[in-house]
């Protein structure tokens, strides 16, 4: 029992250390930032060929050697590797950064989507090292068909059945992704870089793609990566002509189902890796501390399971 006597010495002795400056320091805010999507690749070779005649973001690849210690410097903890599409469908490269450092990187996986026979391979697809989910793409007019002809028709009840969580790149295909969300409501649908892609970016249709992901948000399986925000701005950092865009999407989904990303290597020039950091920790204002944790790493661990 804390008698008046220890009350008064407890407190004494606290102002003297204060006035000391021998006060214990108060812990900081502890934030997991987890980036929610970065692409690495290694040089072609003739037993590692990229997709003929695919192009990459960079001219150099962006390998394991360069993430890292860019990830350091930003103060990242974690990052998700989405293979990117110049690879084919390969994970290959992204389980030896998992071997290389397990507690750092985890992979949405890419499927062959035309391939029915790839729903063989789902029952078991977390029994991979470091895999989460799968990642597919809608963004060229072949894809996209595939979305609309019926080709991925089998996918969906398949990730469904087997708990996987599906990112997913496509830009105003709102009433198809609803009617997936609809049918499918214990499957997990993430939303990639808000909904935007790069080339609805440049021709300004930003808005308009935006209001298709948010018409998703009355969905509660579905979520929105806040990514990629440096390559759709007009503006250099802060980008500020993207706040609107993040601020509705955040009001839209909340700050468990929005999570930062940097999807580094669409726009590598236009900010460096801390930057995009700060974008959201230091200059959206409209987020509490609170909301940062979950945005910035808490809401999409959870979300993908990631121990």
Same mark, same amino acid.
Request: charged share 20%; net charge positive.
């Given at each position: ?17 204060? /006035? ?97 026979? /790839? ?189």
């Amino acid at each position: 029992m804390l008698t008046r006597r220890k009350f008064i010495g407890t407190t004494l002795g606290a102002g003297a250390a204060l /006035a000391a400056g021998t006060a214990p320091v108060v812990a900081q805010r502890k934030r997991t930032i987890v980036d929610s999507q970065i692409h690495l690749w290694k040089a072609e070779s003739d037993d590692w060929k990229w997709v003929p005649g695919a192009k990459p973001q960079m001219p150099e690849p962006f390998t394991i050697e360069k993430a890292v210690p860019l990830m350091d410097e930003a103060g990242v903890e974690r990052a998700v590797i989405v293979p990117p599409s110049w690879i084919g469908d390969r994970n290959d490269y992204a389980f030896e950064a998992v071997q290389r450092y397990p507690k750092r990187f985890a992979v949405m996986g890419r499927v062959p989507l035309q391939d029915p026979k /790839a729903a063989a391979l789902l029952p078991k697809w977390k029994e991979q090292p470091g895999m989460l989910g799968v990642r597919v793409t809608f963004n060229s007019p072949t894809t996209l068909g595939w979305l609309k002809d019926g080709t991925a028709d089998w996918f969906w009840p398949a990730v469904e059945k087997a708990g996987l969580p599906v990112m997913f790149l496509a830009s105003m295909q709102g009433p198809a992704f609803a009617r997936i969300a609809e049918r499918h409501p214990q499957l997990s649908l993430i939303v990639d870089h808000m909904g935007v892609l790069s080339a609805v970016a440049h021709a300004g249709r930003t808005g308009e793609a935006i209001e298709h992901t948010l018409s998703l948000a009355k969905f509660p399986n579905v979520s929105v990566k806040l990514s990629s925000a440096p390559l759709m701005s007009r503006q250099s950092y802060p980008f500020a002509d993207m706040t609107p865009h993040i601020q509705a999407l955040f009001d839209a989904y909340g700050p468990r189902r929005c999570y930062w990303g940097t999807d580094i290597t669409n726009s590598f020039d236009k900010a460096t890796y801390r930057q995009r950091v700060t974008h959201f920790t230091e200059t959206l204002t409209f987020m509490s501390e609170e909301d940062k944790d979950w945005v910035m790493g808490r809401g999409l661990i959870e979300r993908l399971k990631w121990a």
